[in-house]
């Protein structure tokens, strides 16, 4: 057999530079945790630039009206809207996408809020703020909302992981799970980890996909050198397997949940979700968690309206389930979509919406203070809501939106305001009161 040389290993050195971070994300506290104590934030991010004012709309005859002048070709029908039962600040009703039942039952049931034409400010517009760089960017929007504004630029880390800096720092362990690329859980001092959709560590899956690297790899950490040097090198290197494994059998211990179904993307990933925090609670080592998942396919320039019917049947049923899945831990995990960017106020000539601002977001869980918060835009041609271009002006900042929610995974005023220092003081409140 080829022994695992010093040039083989240096080949599969990218593998290692995670041994002093991984750990960080991913390791078992010595610390215990009762189910109660635990919470977890869980970013759905639908990537593209969702219109979800093709998602969310209003249901009185003034403002639906106005909504459907502007989109001829791909509004919804008004017999059509799923009502959430919920009102805007302006007692406006709102109604969902009739592909929405599960979210509908969600509003229904106290457990969903809607955040109303929200979208990337560092100040109220018109205020005299810069407007975020990149606007109607797709890469830049993605980075704007994942990360914080900090004087003139959007920060190099995303706003999860620093949460999870902030409450490192308080004695809290930390864990931080990704399903696919991002930024927002790049913290200063930590660092997530990449599972597949059965919840197993994807970079060390890599390590060990077919066994004979990792057989190798074990037969060299055990092997008794003299030097101390090379003992010391091979201990710290052995102890990068450490809490990967305790971490697998801890996983592997914990069957998906048959509740939530796994014949998509984004319902596969939402059940490797449940299995983690299932395996997290039961050995009661873990505080706080954060997670993010990913559904792609929202840039729908053309043929939006048989777009959009696939995408909210699939994100309708993937965060009904694996909200009605959680039963008791409800209270304890709230879920949350962010995307791009809004779409343009009018259809365009293929049937579909070009890049726009701002957007309509969800929160969902059992310690939402259920309601839609924010105002429903006019869609008229010129009004204030209108850029002069077709793109809606948020009035709601997304950094609120991820302070309210920090706020709830117990971050301090203080900590609030050094996580979003431009908009803390731009704003009059951070908290828009849809977290209880």
Not at 408 to 430: E, K, V
């Amino acid at each position: 057999m080829m022994k695992l040389s010093r040039r083989r290993f240096l080949q599969h050195s990218a593998l290692m530079t995670g041994a002093t971070t991984l750990p960080m994300a991913f390791s078992l506290s010595s610390k215990a945790y009762a189910a109660a104590d635990y919470k977890a934030l869980v970013c759905v991010f639908l990537r593209g630039g969702n219109d979800s004012f093709n998602m969310m709309m209003a249901g009185d005859e003034d403002l639906y009206g106005k909504y459907a002048a502007r989109r001829p070709n791909i509004a919804i029908g008004k017999a059509n809207l799923l009502m959430t039962g919920k009102t805007d600040i302006n007692g406006v009703p709102i109604g969902l996408h009739p592909n929405m039942p599960g979210i509908q039952s969600l509003f229904q049931d106290g457990l969903a809020a809607g955040l109303i034409n929200i979208g990337t400010l560092v100040g109220p517009a018109g205020s005299g703020a810069p407007y975020p760089t990149g606007l109607f960017n797709h890469a830049k929007q993605q980075y704007a909302w994942e990360s914080t504004w900090h004087t003139s630029a959007y920060a190099a880390y995303g706003w999860g992981g620093l949460l999870m800096d902030l409450l490192a720092q308080g004695g809290a362990i930390p864990e931080l799970v990704s399903l696919g690329g991002n930024s927002w859980l790049s913290g200063m001092n930590v660092s997530d980890i990449r599972t597949n959709t059965q919840g197993s560590v994807s970079a060390v899956n890599a390590f060990s996909a077919s066994g004979t690297l990792e057989r190798e790899y074990n037969e060299m950490v055990e092997e008794v050198y003299m030097s101390p040097f090379h003992q010391q090198y091979l201990k710290q290197h052995g102890d990068f397997l450490a809490p990967y494994n305790n971490f697998r059998s801890l996983i592997d211990s914990t069957e998906l949940d048959p509740a939530i179904s796994r014949n998509t993307s984004l319902g596969s990933q939402l059940s490797a979700v449940k299995r983690i925090i299932d395996a997290s609670v039961a050995s009661g080592s873990v505080g706080r968690q954060v997670f993010i998942v990913n559904q792609g396919g929202y840039d729908t320039h053309s043929n939006q309206v048989p777009r959009h019917q696939s995408l909210y049947s699939q994100l309708d049923t993937a965060l009904t389930e694996f909200t009605r899945a959680l039963g008791a831990l409800q209270p304890n995990v709230t879920s949350f979509t962010m995307s791009d960017f809004g779409r343009t106020m009018h259809n365009n000539a293929n049937d579909g919406t070009d890049h726009g601002w701002g957007s309509n977001q969800l929160v969902i869980g059992g310690s939402v203070s259920s309601g839609c918060y924010g105002a429903y835009p006019d869609f008229s041609v010129g009004s204030p809501d209108d850029n002069g271009k077709g793109r809606l002006i948020p009035t709601l900042a997304h950094e609120q939106m991820a302070a309210t929610l920090a706020s709830w995974f117990g971050i301090s005023d203080g900590g609030i305001q050094t996580i979003f220092p431009t908009t803390s003081t731009n704003f009059g409140t951070m908290d828009l009161g849809f977290m209880v």
